[in-house]
């Protein structure tokens, strides 16, 4: 049976027994923790909010385009970054290194939460299960007085 | 057990060092040499350095005529006592020959003028003799000055002396493009020297003469 589908954006994809990405797909029973990151933001916190800053910094000796043209790159690069994000995926198959997927931050915040619903799913599911095996355990164990 | 990652979220620095390197990087490379360092160059150092020279110069060429003026003022003031002191000889004569009642007034009013001339000819002469020796070791002292002067500057024109120490301010590519990259926080000696007037021991003195 294939399981339910919690998310489908492209080749990123989260169903009830897996979490596919691209080239790689990850069984969801092996996942630890999931991870979202803005990484790329602060990358572009470090060279972009400089670029704006220089450009406010040394308005005397740059003309007036330089200075829009180093603020609007800034901010743009600020936007990109803010707008990527990287989804880490720790299971026992990656260990500490994760697996990352990056791509768009709604993007990415929509499959985390997909992931953690599925395994929210799949936990209840196994509980319901656990406790159905210990009811059918509970009968044989009474049949077997008898 | 407390995990240091807890503390310091290596995880968001590392891309934000990373951002400050490529930063650092593009400031190194591209702003801080082709960019930033000619501009200030331009507008604020080589101005400023100009502007000191010709200072400097005037400052030089002010001094010079004051101790012309000083020189002058005392050679005239010599010549004049040495002239109030040796005139008498000639009013004396001229004396002796007025007692001789009208006749000593007729030859005087005759006379008097070559009379003068015959005392004052040889001392106008010794003066001007006198002053001439004066000037000729005023002027070898003042030219010994500039040539000392001279002697300590490489270059004796302004804007290539200027364009040395600048260049020379500038020399730290490092430190240059810490300045841009920190965005005027962080302040280099050259900079910081520059920005003081200092002249760089490799452009030699400015040329003030």
Redesign the interface.
């Known amino acids: 049976m294939i399981g339910k589908r919690y998310y489908k954006n492209g080749p990123l994809e989260v169903t009830g027994e897996f979490v596919k990405a691209r080239s790689r797909s990850i069984q969801l029973s092996t996942l630890e923790s999931v991870d979202f990151?803005r990484?790329?933001?602060?990358?572009?916190?470090?060279?972009?909010?400089?670029?704006i800053?220089?450009g406010l910094?040394?308005g005397?000796?740059?003309y007036g385009h330089e200075i829009a043209a180093l603020v609007a790159l800034g901010a743009a690069g600020l936007f990109l970054g803010w707008n990527v994000a990287t989804l880490t995926i720790y299971s026992k198959l990656t260990g500490q290194r994760g697996w990352s997927i990056t791509g768009t931050a709604r993007a990415m915040r929509d499959m985390r939460s997909a992931i953690e619903t599925a395994l929210e799913d799949r936990a209840r599911r196994q509980k319901r299960a656990g406790k159905a095996s210990m009811v059918s355990d509970e009968g044989e164990e009474t049949d077997d007085s008898e | 057990m407390i995990d240091w990652r807890d503390f310091f979220p290596v995880?968001?620095?590392?891309?934000?060092?990373?951002?400050?390197?490529?930063?650092f990087g593009?400031n190194y490379l591209v702003?801080a040499p082709n960019?930033?360092g000619p501009?200030?160059a331009e507008?604020y150092y080589t101005p400023a350095c100009l502007a000191s020279v010709e200072a400097g110069r005037a400052e030089l060429a002010q001094r010079f005529a004051a101790a012309d003026a000083e020189w002058l003022e005392r050679a005239e003031k010599n010549s004049r006592e040495i002239r109030q002191k040796y005139s008498g000889s000639g009013g004396v004569f001229g004396g002796i020959i007025g007692m001789y009642g009208a006749e000593g007034q007729r030859f005087m009013q005759k006379h008097g003028n070559t009379l003068s001339q015959w005392g004052s000819g040889p001392l106008e002469q010794a003066i001007s003799q006198g002053l001439a020796e004066a000037r000729a070791q005023y002027d070898a002292k003042r030219k010994a000055e500039i040539d000392e002067l001279r002697r300590a500057q490489r270059y004796s024109d302004a804007p290539a002396f200027c364009g040395c120490n600048v260049a020379a301010g500038m020399s730290d590519k490092l430190d240059l493009a810490l300045f841009?990259?920190t965005?005027?926080l962080y302040k280099p000696a050259g900079i910081a020297d520059l920005e003081a007037g200092r002249v760089f021991d490799q452009c030699g003195t400015a040329p003030v003469v």
């Not at chain 1, 933001?41 to 060279?47: E, N, S, T, Y």
């Not at chain 2, 995880?11 to 930063?23: E, K, Q, V």
């Open positions: 990151t990484k790329l933001f602060f990358a572009a916190l470090g060279l972009c909010g400089c670029m800053v220089f910094a040394f005397d000796l740059l | 995880d968001a620095l590392a891309p934000l060092i990373g951002g400050l390197l490529l930063w593009v702003l960019v930033i501009r200030l507008k841009t990259s965005v005027r």
